[in-house]
């Protein structure tokens, strides 16, 4: 029998739209491995057997009788999926960003398994570049973001096994699916209100049947009632996309982090805010003292007693762009942080859950599903922050250099910020709708800006 998408994976289907694709992306920048991009394509190959789901694309219910399922493609193509291009010279940072920008705003193919990765050669100084595409209905854990997982090693030289023989398995027929439908719905009747709740969403029954308390619910309700400032954040967003970047060195923000207090997280919050303030006075804005911008923030609660990806919350939280002053804005957002855990005013899973009809598989897609039902009406944009490993990773041989995540753009949200930390660095990806936030790159060089700032305060 095929395996089903639960209601939570489901979600993600029923919640996109076309010119706002949910697919979580990835550019990683890469030493030139010693054989070409041909190596990381050789790469990817011998190692699709480590990710089954990657040859599986998602088959529809007839009448959409239950939840879809999981499908081998009988017409796999790894060469569809895993595609070769180059960069004319000089090969610039801003010559890949604008290919990011376009391979970005191009939606998966639903007739395929839900994945692309773009294998870029010409950067400058013999670098080349992975672009990611991943949907997180095919994602499943928090560690597993999307196919760089499956390129990278902890060693330069990792083996990769013996690329094996895969015989796709008979796809049910629609008569079939059907059948199996209506036998889940004998064998489990529940299933029912899964398959009614994916299309109409019921908020009430969703939260009894999850979190079985009504309040993560009730407070999220009550944040709901306050709507998000306005801002020039929100506005009817179009198909074309922006994407920029920016770096920081983790060691100088432990040093800020040290002396001021708080955490590295608060840190960064307060680098975006500083960011946010000096490019609405770029625009003209009014930026008065009281002037906030609300940002959706998931926060791992991962500890040292907690299982991976156990304990995920997501905050609402009004960053202070009126205020001058980066040490007080610092201050301000880690009392605002602790505050919210304190008072249990944080929009936790379980209430995402009972208000979008999903679960957050990853922080990156934790924040993009929240945006899909929330955004109009809680907050302006979307702030994720996933951490990573400390020590280089390598793909062929080659050393992974740069990781930058491409967070998607929910309808009516101008500007989705990620980002990941790695080897003594943070490295920012900023996703924005060309026609709303189409000067993107301005943003991004005022959070290299702030974080001098900062740094130099210190000092």
Known sequence: MAERLSTLDSSFLY???????????????????????????DLIKARLSLV???????????????NPVWV??????????????GLPRPGTEAQLLDLVSRLTARPLDRRRPLWEAYLIEGLSGGRVAVVTKTHPALVDGLSAIDIGQVLLDVAPDAPAPEPGEWRPRRAPSGPELVLQALDDYVRRPSSIIDAVRGAVSDVRATAARVSGSAGGLLRT??????????SPLNAPIGGQRRVAVARAELDELKEVRKLYGGTVNDVLLTVVTGALREWLLSRG?????GTSVRALVPVSLQDDDTAEGNRVSSYLVDLPVGEPNPRVRLTRLSYAMRGVAAHGQSVGADSLIALTGF??????ALGARAARGLSRRLFNLVVTNVPGPQVPLYAAGSQMLEVFPVVPLARGQGLAIGMTSYDGRVFFGLNADLDTVGDVDV?????????AELVESTR
């Open 359 to 364: 679960a957050p598989p990853t922080l990156h």
């Open 15 to 41: 919640l996109e739209e076309p010119g706002t694709p949910m697919h979580v992306g990835g550019v990683l920048i890469l030493e030139a491995p010693t054989g070409g991009v041909e190596a990381l394509a």
């Open 285 to 289: 804005e009014p930026v008065l003292a």
């Open 72 to 85: 081998d493609d009988p017409d796999f193509d790894l060469d569809y999926h895993v595609r070769r291009s």
């Open 221 to 230: 309700a009550r944040s709901a009632i306050l709507p998000a400032p306005h």
């Open 52 to 66: 089954p789901r990657y040859r599986q694309r998602v088959a529809e219910v007839p009448g959409h009788l239950a």
């Open 443 to 451: 943003l991004a060089d005022l959070l290299e800006q702030e974080v």
